[in-house]
């Protein structure tokens, strides 16, 4: 087999302080890989600006300049993670014959990257790096982030355990990827039903190397609740299921009250009407939350907007050929 393509795909968002490291990084990855003759010499690296407000470009354009290594995209606006890398990868393709996705901030062992390309070569369409040891995430992160995995399983989501977005992915796969055109996009869940040969790679999660968390509290939580509302219609059921549950319940107690009022051995019952008043409502309100959550979805896909907007385009001379306009 002829020496692969192979790009790496960063997506950036105010990333001016890894940047410089990150890109020496991989950039001495993919010389490394080539000198072994294991990838081609037209191998890069993409970095995707999601719409920084610091130097994030800035920074990419020179090292556009004097690194061959180095090619860029920049969005037109902060298009979100899961978009960001949706566009990287979606240009990559164009030109690549495997992919490699990973964040900038160097939590994730760069070094594995070549045992991904190994894997490749032995025949395997989707690597998936597996955080092995968190122990420098905070407890509260793993805590949460086991809940999710376990929460996502058991509504019958397919999911990899502690694995993130630091994968490979051949071209292939990226073309099949290609037709799920959903605009509430978790990459995750997408990945394990293309149902390709896959395999796994595990490594030791890192400290960020710089900079802050572009995930606070805020913005995990969303991201898991879209997670669960893109891949699983077990929620709504459920609230249903307790719909019904409860209706069966207020006539049983309509008829316990009826009894009651026939032998004359009515309470006042004050307590127990304003408490289930208040409990209906709250389930009713909960239902209706519930259910609009996933209308807004269905509102947010029928408009298919884009995911994203590409204002510039920074690409290798050879890449530049068959890029799509
Ligand atoms: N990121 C992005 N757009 C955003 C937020 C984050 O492209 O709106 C990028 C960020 O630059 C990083 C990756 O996504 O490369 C993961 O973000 P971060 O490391 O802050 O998340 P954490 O590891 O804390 O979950
Ligand atoms: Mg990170």
Same mark, same amino acid.
């Given at each position: 087999?002829?020496?692969?393509?192979?790009?790496?795909?960063?997506?950036?968002?105010?990333?001016?302080?890894?940047?410089?490291?990150?890109?020496?990084?991989?950039?001495?990855?993919?010389?490394?890989?080539?000198?072994?003759?294991?990838?081609?010499?037209?191998?890069?690296?993409?970095?995707?600006?999601?719409?920084?407000?610091?130097?994030?470009?800035?920074?990419?354009?020179?090292?556009?300049?004097?690194?061959?290594?180095?090619?860029?995209?920049?969005?037109?606006?902060?298009?979100?993670?899961?978009?960001?890398?949706?566009?990287?990868?979606?240009?990559?393709?164009?030109?690549?014959?495997?992919?490699?996705?990973?964040?900038?901030?160097?939590?994730?062992?760069?070094?594995?990257?070549?045992?991904?390309?190994?894997?490749?070569?032995?025949?395997?369409?989707?690597?998936?790096?597996?955080?092995?040891?968190?122990?420098?995430?905070?407890?509260?992160?793993?805590?949460?982030?086991?809940?999710?995995?376990?929460?996502?399983?058991?509504?019958?989501?397919?999911?990899?355990?502690?694995?993130?977005?630091?994968?490979?992915?051949?071209?292939?796969?990226?073309?099949?990827?290609?037709?799920?055109?959903?605009?509430? =996009?978790? #990459?995750?869940? /997408?990945?394990?039903?293309? *149902?390709?040969?896959?395999?796994? +790679?595990?490594?030791?999660? $890192?400290?960020?190397?710089?900079?802050?968390?572009?995930?606070?509290?805020?913005?995990?939580?969303?991201?898991?609740?879209?997670?669960?509302?893109?891949?699983?219609?077990?929620?709504?059921?459920?609230?249903?299921?307790?719909?019904?549950?409860?209706?069966?319940?207020?006539?049983?107690?309509?008829?316990?009250?009826?009894?009651?009022?026939?032998?004359?051995?009515?309470?006042?019952?004050?307590?127990?009407?304003?408490?289930?008043?208040?409990?209906?409502?709250?389930?009713?309100? =909960?239902? #209706?939350?519930? /259910?609009?959550?996933?209308? *807004?979805?269905?509102?947010?896909? +029928?408009?298919?907007?884009? $995911?994203?907007?590409?204002?510039?385009?920074?690409?290798?001379?050879?890449?530049?050929?068959?890029?799509?306009?």
């Amino acid at each position: 087999m002829a020496n692969p393509i192979l790009t790496i795909v960063v997506p950036c968002y105010n990333e001016e302080e890894v940047l410089p490291e990150t890109v020496f990084r991989l950039s001495a990855i993919l010389d490394g890989m080539i000198a072994e003759a294991l990838i081609s010499a037209d191998s890069t690296m993409l970095l995707v600006d999601d719409g920084s407000k610091d130097a994030t470009w800035q920074l990419i354009d020179r090292f556009h300049e004097a690194n061959t290594f180095v090619t860029g995209l920049k969005l037109a606006r902060n298009a979100g993670h899961q978009s960001a890398l949706l566009a990287g990868l979606m240009q990559a393709k164009a030109y690549s014959d495997c992919v490699v996705s990973i964040d900038a901030d160097l939590q994730d062992d760069t070094d594995v990257i070549r045992e991904f390309v190994v894997k490749y070569r032995e025949g395997y369409d989707i690597v998936y790096g597996v955080r092995q040891d968190r122990s420098s995430d905070t407890l509260f992160k793993r805590a949460t982030a086991q809940g999710f995995y376990k929460l996502m399983t058991s509504l019958g989501v397919k999911i990899h355990y502690n694995h993130a977005d630091f994968r490979l992915m051949s071209k292939r796969t990226l073309d099949e990827m290609e037709r799920f055109q959903e605009v509430n =996009l978790f #990459l995750r869940g /997408i990945v394990p039903l293309l *149902g390709f040969p896959s395999t796994q +790679v595990y490594y030791d999660r $890192k400290e960020r190397f710089a900079g802050e968390s572009k995930y606070p509290l805020r913005k995990m939580l969303a991201f898991a609740f879209d997670g669960i509302t893109s891949f699983s219609v077990t929620p709504i059921r459920f609230v249903t299921v307790l719909g019904f549950l409860l209706f069966a319940l207020s006539v049983v107690a309509a008829i316990y009250a009826l009894i009651g009022k026939i032998v004359g051995a009515n309470v006042t019952g004050w307590t127990s009407l304003i408490l289930s008043v208040w409990f209906i409502g709250g389930v009713q309100l =909960l239902a #209706l939350g519930l /259910i609009g959550e996933y209308i *807004g979805k269905i509102y947010k896909e +029928v408009k298919h907007r884009p $995911k994203f907007v590409i204002e510039k385009r920074l690409l290798a001379p050879a890449a530049l050929e068959d890029a799509p306009a």
